[in-house]
């Protein structure tokens, strides 16, 4: 993954004046990223490059949509889950033969502008909770569940046992959960986190 100097300034190129280069370095910084997380999850090469795909997709389609985000690549793999929920309902859908419930395509661009402002209330909302986390809990649960960080990679960077860092993270998914159960979404959108 490439760093990028100064995502704010990429994002708002992106936003505001749709520059398709900007958007060219957000993809080529966080496309590998994304489809090994994608990978790691789901288990299948064609799935993870279709969910990261389809991910870098809504995120140009909605651009004007998305407003603030503070941390592009925390965005970007909670948006990539969200659609892999999306295609668990799809697919749920094909399974059950259900084709009269398939919405037609002119429908379908209304559903997903809703679905996008539905996403961003959702990530919204369950950012605002993971920074209610003591900062360490916190920095322990963004780097294990946003960037992959093994509790053992974790312990090592913290300088504490693994079993600190296996506290943290139990005690961070337990208030996580606590506080969001009335939100059946995030806590599917958690569940995926804890994983």
Do not use: C
Request: cysteine-free; overall charge negative.
């Amino acid at each position: 993954m490439q760093t990028i100097p100064n995502e704010q300034l990429l994002l708002q190129k992106i936003q505001s004046e749709d520059d398709d280069s900007s958007f060219k370095v957000l993809f080529d910084s966080y496309w590998e990223m994304l489809f090994l997380h994608a990978l790691k999850k789901t288990k299948s090469q064609d799935l993870a490059q279709d969910l990261a795909q389809e991910t870098f997709i809504n995120f140009w389609k909605y651009r004007r949509s998305i407003g603030e985000v503070q941390n592009i690549q925390s965005y970007l793999i909670t948006m990539m889950k969200y659609q892999f929920f999306k295609w668990i309902d799809q697919e749920k859908i094909v399974f059950d033969e259900l084709d009269s419930a398939i919405p037609t395509s002119d429908g379908i661009d209304s559903m997903d502008g809703f679905k996008i402002m539905e996403f961003n209330e959702l990530y919204t909302f369950l950012m605002d909770k993971i920074d209610e986390l003591p900062v360490r809990s916190k920095q322990i649960f963004l780097q294990n569940r946003f960037e992959n960080k093994t509790v053992k990679e974790l312990a090592e960077t913290y300088s504490i046992a693994e079993s600190t860092v296996r506290n943290h993270l139990s005690q961070a998914n337990s208030k996580l959960q606590t506080q969001l159960e009335n939100n059946l979404m995030t806590v599917a959108l958690l569940a995926s986190f804890i994983s």
